[in-house]
């Protein structure tokens, strides 16, 4: 009984341990994220997602902390429900989900820290998050949330020159097809443009390119959107 007991008292050590590191890597990488109060940032958004025929957009993004998000285009952007703002409000609302470290990987010749998000109670729209931390740098690699509202969403991050602010120069989205919801000014495009041979299987998944360009950094210009 007391060599049970003894186990036991150790798992529940380790795992407290295992959980705290994962928390203090989770911190840090909010500590650098809330640096930036708020910018502005041009994207171009390509998407091939199976079925789907759409050129190229254009777009503005506007952020401000802790998770506003608002994106401007003049054309029809296709993008994940929320596929800026998930990591954002994972990162702002901690104290919503427990950390894990589940492993170690190698990232484009990186050691990166797994990070699993899993949420308190069962009201989250998220239901799990894996999170790819360089540790050495702050920046998160990659990341796969599943959610209730747009099943699981993978997306690698790429950064250049405004790295040490915590954004990223490029992501790739790849979405599950069946829960992605496509939005309705694109179903007419689909009815005009393109015909569907029946025969051939359709791809399970789509990649959705984002590029970002002319980083507008604590400037404010984000007040001009967000009045509250």
Same mark, same amino acid.
């Given at each position: 009984?007391?060599?049970?007991?003894?186990?036991?008292?150790?798992?529940?050590?380790?795992?407290?341990?295992?959980?705290?590191?994962?928390?203090?890597?989770?911190?840090?990488?909010?500590?650098?994220?809330?640096?930036?109060?708020?910018?502005?940032?041009?994207?171009?958004?390509?998407?091939?997602?199976?079925?789907?025929?759409?050129?190229?957009?254009?777009?503005?993004?506007?952020?401000?902390?802790? =998770? /506003? +998000?608002?994106?401007? #285009?003049? *054309?029809?952007?296709?993008?994940?429900? @929320?596929?800026?703002?998930?990591?954002?409000? &994972?990162?702002?609302?901690? =104290? /919503? +989900?427990?950390?894990? #470290?589940? *492993?170690?990987?190698?990232?484009?010749? @990186?050691?990166?820290?797994?990070?699993?998000? &899993?949420?308190?109670?069962?009201?989250?729209?998220?239901?799990?998050?894996?999170?790819?931390?360089?540790?050495?740098?702050?920046?998160?690699?990659?990341?796969?949330?599943?959610?209730?509202?747009?099943?699981?969403?993978?997306?690698?991050?790429?950064?250049?020159?405004?790295?040490?602010?915590?954004?990223?120069?490029?992501?790739?989205?790849?979405?599950?097809?069946?829960?992605?919801?496509?939005?309705?000014?694109?179903?007419?495009?689909?009815?005009?443009?393109?015909?569907?041979?029946?025969?051939?299987?359709?791809?399970?998944?789509?990649?959705?390119?984002?590029?970002?360009?002319?980083?507008?950094?604590?400037?404010?210009?984000?007040?001009?959107?967000?009045?509250?």
């Amino acid at each position: 009984m007391k060599i049970l007991l003894t186990i036991s008292l150790f798992f529940c050590s380790l795992f407290q341990v295992i959980g705290q590191d994962a928390q203090k890597t989770i911190q840090a990488l909010q500590q650098k994220w809330s640096q930036v109060k708020d910018y502005a940032v041009d994207l171009n958004i390509k998407s091939n997602i199976p079925l789907i025929k759409i050129l190229p957009v254009n777009a503005t993004l506007y952020f401000k902390q802790k =998770d /506003q +998000f608002h994106l401007k #285009s003049k *054309g029809i952007a296709i993008l994940p429900k @929320k596929g800026f703002g998930d990591l954002a409000q &994972l990162l702002a609302h901690q =104290d /919503q +989900f427990n950390s894990i #470290s589940t *492993g170690k990987e190698l990232i484009k010749n @990186k050691e990166t820290e797994i990070i699993t998000l &899993l949420p308190n109670g069962d009201s989250e729209d998220v239901i799990l998050a894996k999170l790819w931390i360089d540790k050495t740098n702050n920046l998160v690699l990659k990341s796969q949330i599943t959610s209730r509202s747009n099943g699981t969403v993978s997306t690698e991050y790429g950064y250049g020159a405004e790295a040490k602010w915590g954004l990223p120069e490029q992501l790739i989205f790849t979405v599950d097809v069946k829960k992605f919801k496509v939005p309705k000014g694109v179903v007419v495009d689909i009815n005009k443009t393109q015909t569907v041979d029946t025969q051939k299987q359709v791809a399970k998944t789509g990649d959705i390119t984002v590029k970002f360009s002319n980083y507008k950094i604590n400037q404010g210009i984000a007040s001009t959107i967000f009045k509250n």
